[in-house]
């Protein structure tokens, strides 16, 4: 009798206690999205008063948001808790208090994540079942659901030209336009055209005034630029996404490009730009609206594209999860193509658009970084603005996979450069910490197998991307062609950032003149040189192995071997000036 007392008794408290920490995560992730959406909220303020370095400013402090109130409601929940806060029922039974109290929740799958992570921050490195996880199973993933009120149209009855002009001045702003007929004019032309080039349904009803401009009510801004997404539709379903993109000047607003047809606006949305600022209290129906707009996108490309980069992780893994269980058996994970790094260790599997990253245990000659350093490196890119030539890069801890997927050959190469680094326990590989980036062609591969016109493009883009991170205070630090990517799009990103560092960090000299030829042949320097010391003259190094290369990127960029353009790089940062980066072709502009 006493017993069963005891154990009603420890049931109760077992239900309070659960109770208390399902309400404790529930209050800091409404805590985590207000102040998420407090931030974002104020981007068109940003935009049309030109405060850009604000924007930045406002860009990196929502970046802090999420992580900051995990570690609040963690410290909380510890007091909660106490003697229960590592009790696996406990937590267990807090898991499906919180599920019903977010069922019916208009942002159930980030509150599922935010859920995750701080179960995640309080059992740190001990083994987390899933069980205690809102992750895999189906009824924690969400169906597309409707996204009606989150559009709106206009009809094509009075003509098309009229349409868009509506379109236009539906748009509500404090600053007027400088030309708007001359906008809506040149708007209208750009879009008969690609409606008739890309969707002859749409561009038919077009001039038969039929269909409709549909367009999402709430503007995406990102960088100096807002964008108006949507799509014009014909009435048999056939629809040509566009994305519009304005712009504050001196002189009021101007309609800058329009981005057509879904290939296009992938660019937009591509993986080496900034996130939007989205006014929605409603993010995960505006994923479901983006998905339509760009039906080859990833849901996890998408959430992460409108900021939130942890939900991003939830669907990444779901994916990473699918495709394994849908892949050939046989397929396994093989060492990343591209000259292996001193730094990390890179596979990926066939097939896949990603490659993992993990850092080695001892780095090769002459990399004389630390662990934790090479951490700070990957954080610093993660709240730098990218202006499209860095890669993102998703950090994942305890990412499990299927251990049956890996090559012998990798396997001994991770036991004996990342073996601190890696679990096995009965059929899981799991990996304490990696990063998971988009897998691109390494600049070095793909001139080796480029035409001269192909070679001359990207050799141009590869300065450009050298010059535009200058731009932004990025300074890359190894420029060797092996640490950029070419994407799909012929265009050069940065994807290595262990030596990455702020640009006004950087002293850059000219090699000091000496009037003794033996001491240029010497083995030592002849001249004192400080830790942050670089010498843009000896940039041509990168180029030793290609000659064809080296001839194009010297006709175009050999200003960057003079270390008078970075000094003036650094004066303009110092002076608070933000140059233009434009995430389409500048054929496309207007």
Known sequence: MQNRLTNQSNNTLQNVIASKLARSVFAGFEAMFSQF??????????FEQRKYHSVQSAMRERLQVYEREVKNVSEAVRVIAYAELTCPQTW???????????????????????????????????????????????????????????????SLQKGFNSAVKTLITNQVFRVPFNHLERDVATLHSTLMQGAQQQCKQVYELINLNDGYIEYANSLFFRNK?????????????????????????DNGLKIDAVMMGADQLSLLFGFARAYFMVDTDQPARYVDYLSVLMPHKQRFELFNAIGFIKHAKTEFYRYKVDTTKNSPVNLKYTTAPGTPGMVMLVFTIAGSDYVYKVIKDKFSAPKTATKAQVKEKYNFVKQA?????LVDTHEFRYLAFDLSRFSDELLEQMRSQIGTSMIISGKALILKHVYVERKMTPLNLYVNHCDNKALEQVMIDYGKAIKELAGANIFPGDMLMKNFGVTRWGRIVFYDF????????????????????????????????????????????????????????????????????????????HQGYLPDVYPYKQSWRF
Request: proline share 3%; charged share 20%.
């Open 498 to 573: 262990d030596e990455i560092c702020p640009l006004t960090e950087c002293n850059f000299r000219e090699v000091p003149q000496t009037q003794n030829s033996l001491e240029e042949l010497s083995t030592s320097s002849y001249f004192d040189i400080d830790e942050n010391d670089i010498f843009p003259s000896q940039f041509k190094v990168f180029f030793s192995a290609n000659d064809s290369a080296f001839k194009y990127f010297n006709s175009h960029h050999n200003n960057l071997f003079s270390a008078g353009f970075w000094q003036s790089c650094q004066q303009q940062i």
């Open 37 to 46: 959406l407090n931030i974002t909220l104020g981007a068109q303020s940003r």
């Open 385 to 389: 603005d990218r202006v499209g030539r």
């Open 92 to 154: 267990q039974l807090a898991k499906n208090i919180y599920g019903d109290m977010v069922e019916n929740h208009e942002n159930k799958p980030i509150a599922h994540t935010f859920f995750n992570s701080t179960f995640g921050a309080i059992w740190d490195d001990k083994k987390i079942r899933t069980v205690h996880l809102f992750v895999l199973k189906a009824k924690y993933r969400s169906e597309p659901r409707s996204y009606e009120s989150l559009v709106s149209r206009v």
């Open 225 to 249: 630029a807002c964008y108006l997404i949507g799509r014009c539709i014909a009435k048999n379903g056939d629809n040509m996404p566009f994305a519009i993109a304005i712009l504050n000047t």
